[in-house]
């Protein structure tokens, strides 16, 4: 089984910087691509940033957020600068996961963390 936990998330203000991370353990033999995304109150959830060879990001986010892969190799971060109110959301991290050499991979998910901007 594959588990991943989040962390960083709170409260920050308009301007502000916040850091998310990402952990993943378990039976992992390859992590294919790293993603985050957010969910709105009242809306689906979107796509923030992606990441295989190179990093991918929403329109809404370009230039302000950054993710990166750890030197701890199963973890991602995303960190936001700049963050705007319409930043507030549940920011979840998705890592596509081989298991094994010969297994295909999956998608995983974790519980997400509240990030809120106000002042």
């Known amino acids: 089984q594959v588990q991943l936990v989040e962390s960083g998330g709170g409260l920050v203000q308009p301007g502000g910087s916040l850091r998310l991370s990402c952990a993943a353990s378990?039976?992992?033999?390859?992590?294919?691509?790293m993603a985050w995304y957010r969910q709105a109150p009242g809306k689906q959830r979107d796509m923030v940033a992606t990441?295989?060879?190179?990093?991918n990001y929403a329109d809404s986010v370009e230039g302000r957020f950054t993710i990166s892969r750890g030197n701890a190799k199963n973890t991602v971060y995303l960190q936001m600068d700049s963050l705007k109110p319409e930043d507030t959301a549940v920011y979840y991290c998705?890592?596509?996961?081989?298991?094994?050499?010969?297994?295909?991979?999956?998608?995983?998910w974790g519980k997400g963390t509240l990030v809120t901007v106000s002042s």
């Open positions: 998705n890592l596509r996961i081989r298991a094994r050499s010969y297994l295909p991979s999956r998608d995983y």
């Open positions: 378990g039976n992992i033999f390859s992590i294919d691509t």
């Open positions: 990441m295989t060879t190179s990093a």
